[in-house]
């Protein structure tokens, strides 16, 4: 298992803003901030946020990170290449690092391209794999890659989706896609059983019922997109694993999709409508660390004892972060990337001290990912909401594997 931080990341920054900062003036006698300590995700990023003393601190890095039985993990996907001189084959790999022991856990691997790269080896004994310094052939014969985006972290799960693109000179472009759940406590795939708990069996009948609906309303839909979609329904199956964890009204949800196999819409999802699990035992743990959002979807709000943690959503895109006392009074710390998802609460429950020391190095080591590491310049100083604010952004950016470059160019 590897045991150092995962490559690829870029871009972190510290922040302190007292009160009276960049040539603002504070308030006299204004209250300070609330005494606060949490990391929220928002967009692609991780902003640590601290407030003691009248000085916030907040320092952003682009990592997924997750609290699991209360110990910090980051959450991280790497590239599982297995070309051949002739044939390019690069599948995906989850890991869960554990910020204190900085010991990592393979908990999900792409099996599609594994898969086709041992029927590659089968049918081309005389190739040889590729040595891990020398280049691929610029016109392999076979092209296997996929692509997997981790989505929505609920308690110890994340959630993710997956596309495999297969190019061979001895069958037609193929395509596939699903979802599926990570049980980052456990480590591999999480089954409805895990998820939804004594539920399973009641979501299983709902299921059924809204893959019928669903089904029946694509073979009735007289729009381009409906006509479409039928026309390849028979490239859709049921997997049962094949889905997400979201929320429905406040409440844990599953969201199933039908994988698709074949060349062009046939090798996408079709979704179906998400179905309320109830509240299983883990959701408890993963309610407070997730918003509330107003009816128009413009603010969230987290509540936490003396003090609230608020995203103001702009039209136009990200959001303003706030912390709110409990006089109602707003302290603006600047304008992140939309949307913000979840928090981590670093004061109650309260981490030690080597998980203090844990969560400074790895923001300290993300700066060592990229050599394109931005520092960034605060207009204002916190103070009550009213107006735009300072960017808090640490974006990331990930330069594709040459061969799933390739391969995107030849499916577009």
Partial sequence: MPSSFPPRRISSFLLLLPLAACGARAVPDAPPPPTAEFVVAAGDSSFWVSSANGVVRVRGAALDLARVE????????????????????????VYRRDLVTDDSLLVYQDTIVPRIARLYQRLHPDDTPLAPDEDESEDPRWVATSTLDLEELTGPFVSYSLHADVERDDAPLWHTSRRGVIDLHRGGSATLATVAGDASARVELARRDVMRSTLDSVRSSQDERGERAAAVLSHYRLDPSSFSLTTLDGVPAVSFALPGEGDGDAGHLLALAP??????????????TLPITSADGLREVWRHGRYDVVVHYDPRG?????????TSREFTLGHIPAPATRIIWLDRPAIDAPAHRALD???????LYDDAARAV?????????????ATLRAPRRFPPHPARR???????
């Avoid at 990200?318 to 409990?326: I, K, N, P």
């Avoid at 190095?361 to 700066?367: H, V």
């Fill in 406 to 412: 390739r391969a995107r160019e030849r499916h577009a």
């Fill in 361 to 367: 190095r790895a923001f300290d080591e993300a700066i």
């Fill in 377 to 389: 310049a605060w207009r204002s100083s916190i103070r009550p909401h009213r107006g735009p604010a």
């Fill in 70 to 93: 209360g110990r910090l993990y980051e959450v991280y996907v790497t590239d599982d290449d297995r070309s051949y001189g002739d044939a390019a084959f690069v599948g995906q790999r």
């Fill in 275 to 288: 179905i309320p699990i109830g509240e299983p035992a883990w959701w408890s743990t993963a309610a407070p």
């Fill in 318 to 326: 990200g959001g303003q972060l706030a912390l709110r006392d409990s």
